[in-house]
């Protein structure tokens, strides 16, 4: 073999294995491509679900005013039925009073 086949040999080898390589990036390039637009198709995704769920720290941010206007109100509540209780107490009583002296006066 002589030095031109031998160059013409690695030159030959060499252009192959440049198309092989060209072709691999071709082949890397349209696979790179299919996976970003799925990673695009599920970007769309989890922003229509983050769209429909409340974030975690306003959920809990709105059960605490939840819970505090509950707090609130049932001691407002409790307040106002200790407050009518004893309004009919002192009612009964008055009554009663009224009823013995109407008798007394008899």
Do not use: C, H
Not at 7 to 21: F, K, N, P, W
Not at 41 to 56: C, F, H, I, N, T
Not at 76 to 97: D, E, K
């Amino acid at each position: 073999m002589s030095a031109d086949e031998t160059l013409e040999t690695t030159v030959a080898v060499l252009t192959e294995r440049i198309r092989g390589m060209e072709k691999a990036t071709t082949l890397q390039a349209a696979e790179y491509e299919r996976r970003l637009d799925f990673l695009n198709g599920e970007a769309s995704q989890l922003k229509a679900m983050q769209e429909r769920y409340v974030p975690r720290e306003t959920y809990d941010a709105d059960t605490k005013a939840d819970r505090a206007w509950k707090s609130v109100t049932e001691r407002q509540m409790s307040n106002w039925s200790g407050r009518l209780a004893a309004l009919g107490i002192v009612l009964s009583v008055v009554l009663a009073l009224g009823l013995a002296l109407i008798k007394v006066w008899k």
